[in-house]
T-cell receptor
């Protein structure tokens, strides 16, 4: 059984650019959740996808968007990057057992 | 609005001593409570959830609805317990769907030899 994987591991962007982060869910899982973890903070919920549909959203602006594909992998897109978007982005997948299993994260630095 | 508070950013104990990591929450409905742990250079992983009433690695946590607390306890700390611990809350929906997790800011536990 393969765990949750994320790519890339690190990324550096400049203000105003756009970024796409990727997540492969654990085998058998159909739900993917994305979280932003700023330095010294706990993870903060961005949104969740279930069977390719958005299934809830946290308090993030529309420039944060996502997709889920038929194989249940997912993308997080952030447009018009701001300095405060610098953070660790975590993806978590869950299935019937509903426990969320986290990936290693993508560390984004916006300069 | 749902909120999770972990009042201690840092907690340091000696090996063999009891440890208690505090977690308080606010939520208007019926929540499901979790403890997640992140060991050095590892990913965030579930330690325990209140509905399963399990003891994992010697840790237990009891949901106290009156005090809105879900403190994590272990009677005898081990050096390998050193890690960042996060308390988290999710709405308990019909079917137990694990939806949006709201995390506290975490407590860094250090167990000294």
């Amino acid at each position: 059984e393969t765990g949750v994987t994320q790519s890339p591991t690190h990324l550096i962007k400049t203000r105003g650019q756009q970024v796409t982060l990727r997540c492969s869910s654990q085998s058998g899982h159909n739900t993917v959740s994305w979280y932003q973890q700023a330095l010294g903070q706990g993870p903060q919920f961005i949104f969740q996808y279930y069977r390719e549909e958005e299934n809830g959203r946290g308090n993030f602006p529309p420039r944060f968007s996502g997709l889920q594909f038929p194989n249940y992998s997912s993308e997080l897109n952030v447009n018009a990057l701001e300095l405060d978007d610098s953070a660790l982005y975590l993806c978590a997948s869950s299935g019937q057992q509903e426990t969320q299993y986290f990936g290693p994260g993508t560390r984004l630095l916006v300069l | 609005a749902q909120r999770v508070t972990q009042p201690e950013k840092l907690l340091s104990v000696f090996k063999g001593a009891p440890v208690e990591l505090k977690c308080n929450y606010s939520y208007s409905g019926s929540p499901e409570l979790f403890w997640y742990v992140q060991y050095s250079r590892q990913r965030l992983q579930l330690l325990l959830r209140h509905i399963s009433r399990e003891s994992i690695k010697g840790f237990t946590a009891d949901l106290n609805k009156g005090e809105t607390s879900f403190h994590l306890k272990k009677p005898f700390a081990q050096e390998e317990d050193s890690a960042m611990y996060y308390c988290a809350l999710s709405p308990l929906r019909s079917g137990g769907s694990n939806y949006k997790l709201t995390f506290g800011k975490g407590t860094l536990l250090t167990v000294n030899p």
